[in-house]
């Protein structure tokens, strides 16, 4: 059986530690909050996500998490555990599929898809579940360092 490779914890994993399958995940319950940092950060005060009386009135029939929250959790993910500290995030596709709500509890997956050793790219898929349920889906394409460079770049 193999030995795991470990993420470096102030680089993340390399390159060559890398391979089709690896997964990593982040969780957190969405609070008000979260909601009400993310809209004064942002700038994003659409009142579906602030204002209970607007967002009653909506096919919602509460106040709903502003979707790029969620995909916030998927660099957590990514800048953090898979491939962690050091890469660099090059282009991200979503698909909102469902609502989060204030409360629910988010996990955030990558999965490595495909590895391009030449390039230094890796794809991995990544979702966003609360329960069973996919609320968001799609796809990354990060930029990793080969831990070569690095050492070569010191010397």
Known sequence: ???????????????????VGMSEAFAKTVTDSDI??????????NPVHLDH????????????????????????????????????????????RAPVMIGDYVEASATIKEVNREKQRI???????????????GEALLMVSRRADLINAAE
């Open 1 to 19: 059986m193999a030995e795991m490779t470990r993420m470096d914890p102030r680089h993340g994993y390399y390159l060559e530690d890398l391979s």
């Open 36 to 45: 009400l940092g993310f809209a004064d950060i942002t700038g994003d005060t």
């Open 53 to 96: 009386d607007f967002a009653a009135d909506t096919m919602f029939k509460e106040r709903i998490a502003h979707g790029m929250l969620s995909a916030g959790f998927i660099s957590a993910v990514l800048g953090t555990r898979l491939p962690g500290p050091g890469c660099i995030y090059l282009s991200q596709s979503l698909r909102f």
């Open 123 to 137: 794809v991995l898929e990544t979702v966003c579940k609360v329960g069973d349920k996919v609320v968001l889906d």
